[in-house]
């Protein structure tokens, strides 16, 4: 009998530092189950999505990582693993859509099972950046994950105001895609699904007057 030939998944290395995206195809070089098709700027991801069937998606070390594009690619339905180097944005990059939550660290067996996971439809999510069974938990009332920045008090301040993202970016002198970041963080922190959430658990802890 002959055995059938496994075809490895062909995927995507998405990264704005392109020493980023050469590391992460060095780290997968040899692996048989995969086959690195392309690399590329988050801006030039969309050029790619009817060629790959699942994009590895690095965020970056920066505190304001572009969540925007990710899920504006999200949207084209290809599975996409995303690495992040922060916990606290585990929480926000798992509300894009995305179908694999891994560390920047994570070594090339972590890397190849992912891909091979999103590519049979299948979600993993590192254990360290969530609690089991998968999803992020909500916090515990009374809790916080962890701290709210003073700036992220300033932006929940205003949320809770009724401002628009686009008016909090002209009080606080900063652009509307920076306020998105903070906004995603202070949801992450105060395991809010929405800002009307995050305001009533923020009020509940005493973080903003009721």
């Known amino acids: 009998m002959i055995s ?3 075809i490895p998944v062909e995927l995507l290395i998405v990264a704005a530092d392109p020493l980023v995206r050469d590391g992460l195809a060095a780290r997968l070089d040899g692996r048989p189950e995969v086959a690195v098709a392309g690399r590329a700027a988050p801006e030039d991801a969309p050029l790619f999505a009817g060629q790959v069937r699942v994009v590895l998606w690095d965020l ?3 505190p304001e990582p572009d969540l925007e594009a990710l899920s504006g690619f999200i949207a084209t339905g290809v599975p996409v693993v995303v690495l992040v180097g922060r916990p606290e944005l585990a929480a926000a990059a798992w509300r894009t859509g995305a179908r694999g939550i891994l560390r920047r660290t994570a070594d090339a067996a972590e890397l190849v099972l992912a891909v091979l ?8 999510l590192d254990p360290d950046l969530f609690p089991p069974p998968g999803a992020p938990q909500s916090a515990p009332p009374g809790e916080l994950v962890e701290p709210l920045t003073t700036r992220e ?3 929940l301040g205003l949320i809770a105001g009724g401002l628009s993202g686009k008016e909090i970016a002209h009080r606080l002198g ?3 895609h920076t306020v998105k970041f903070h906004v ?3 949801m992450s922190k105060l395991g809010a699904r929405s800002r009307t959430e995050a305001v009533v658990i923020a009020a509940r802890l005493g973080l903003i007057p009721i």
Do not use: D, H, Q, Y
């Not at 996971?117 to 993993?124: E, F, Q």
């Open 153 to 155: 008090l300033e932006v």
């Open 174 to 176: 900063i652009s509307e």
């Open 60 to 62: 970056g070390p920066g």
């Open 4 to 6: 059938a030939v496994k």
């Open 184 to 186: 995603n963080t202070i």
């Open 117 to 124: 996971a999103a590519a049979g439809g299948l979600t993993v």
